[in-house]
């Protein structure tokens, strides 16, 4: 089945700098790979999401980029403001037709320091 | 804008005991999800659905079982519960235009067996 790596484990950046959430994926044929924030005591929450036939995406501070060829797939988050501060997951699936599960990542734990 | 519907939000039971989770995906989304997340893990599929018909399968034990009924609301059953069910559960829900893809994620039902 679908493994889903994901680093660092833990992430600490000043509010205002850039943070980057980086994920590999084993199986080729994924194609679909969302991102979820999750804070505490709530479910994960779609923040961005990008298919394989795409290399990169925007959504104003946030940013996924996708390299097929290397199984790699990374979230970039600029200008960070405290409410950034979460749980995030990297996940993948073979999206697109049936309701397959989504393979998670282990979750990076951000924290934005004021 | 509706969101998916969890009920209970809390649930204790004995060991052995067992317990009927409950979940109301978003208007218009045929497709449900079972996850379940212990402390500090990432969230393990368990089952889905789409059309009121099981889609997915991944590592939902034998002594669970789930259904979704015609009104596509969903119950996960779980029978003889050991310590170790003790999580998160959390069900999503997913358009029917992006089956498999775009999963919103209930706030989610705390299991403890004591």
């Known amino acids: 089945g679908e493994n889903v790596e994901q680093h660092p484990s833990t992430l600490s950046v000043q509010e205002g700098d850039s943070a980057v959430i980086k994920c590999t994926y084993s199986d080729s044929a994924s194609n679909y790979f969302p991102w979820y924030k999750q804070e505490l005591g709530k479910g994960p929450q779609l923040i961005i999401d990008?298919?394989?036939?795409?290399g990169e995406k925007k959504d104003q501070r946030i940013a996924v980029t996708l390299n097929k060829t290397a199984k790699h797939f990374s979230l970039h988050i600029t200008e960070t403001q405290p409410e950034d501060s979460a749980v995030y997951f990297c996940a993948a699936s073979i999206g697109g037709g049936g309701a397959d599960g989504l393979t998670f990542g282990k979750g990076t734990h951000l924290i934005i320091q004021p | 804008a509706a969101g998916v519907i969890q009920s209970p939000r809390h649930l204790i039971k004995e060991k052995r005991e067992t317990a009927t989770l409950k979940c109301y995906p978003i208007p218009r989304h045929d497709t449900v999800y079972w996850y379940q997340q212990g402390p500090g893990q990432d969230p393990q599929f368990l089952i889905s659905f789409y059309e009121k018909m099981q889609s997915d399968k991944g590592s939902i034990p034998d002594r669970f079982s789930a259904q979704q009924f015609s009104d596509y609301h969903s119950e996960l059953n779980m029978s003889s519960l050991e310590l170790g069910d003790s999580a998160l559960y959390f069900c999503?829900?997913?358009?029917?235009?992006?089956?498999?893809?775009?999963?919103?994620f209930g706030s989610g039902t705390q299991l403890s067996v004591l």
């Open positions: 990008i298919r394989s036939n795409v």
């Open positions: 999503a829900s997913s358009p029917r235009d992006r089956v498999g893809e775009k999963l919103f």
